[in-house]
């Protein structure tokens, strides 16, 4: 399996199971160090062909940015996936928060 983040295309060592990347040790590094990506959990790739299942295949490998921060949004708000929000509320509650600081 070749990386999926360079242009080098070198053997895969360890794969992100959170975005599903597959990466060599150099991308590993900075997929572990660039701020989108420093909280993904990776793992060592085995050394067998044996597949990995990585979190981010439950998902839509087809979802918008806005869908994937919608999903995030309403995961942190604990709100089902068609469940509507007010957003000027919610970042009114904000607002009003660190303004009473």
């Not at 999926?4 to 900075?30: I, K, V």
């Not at 918008?64 to 929000?85: C, D, H, N, T």
């Amino acid at each position: 399996m070749k990386c999926n983040e360079c242009m080098e295309a070198l053997d895969a060592s360890y794969q992100c199971m959170d975005c599903g990347l597959l990466l060599c040790d150099e991308c590993h590094r900075h997929h572990r160090k660039s701020k989108r990506s420093s909280s993904h959990s990776t793992i060592p790739l085995p050394t067998s062909d044996v597949p990995v299942t990585p979190r981010a295949q439950s998902q839509s490998a087809e979802s918008s940015p806005q869908e994937v921060r919608a999903r995030f949004a309403r995961k942190l708000m604990g709100l089902r996936p068609k469940q509507v929000i007010d957003i000027d509320a919610v970042t009114g509650d904000a607002k009003r928060s660190v303004a009473s600081r």
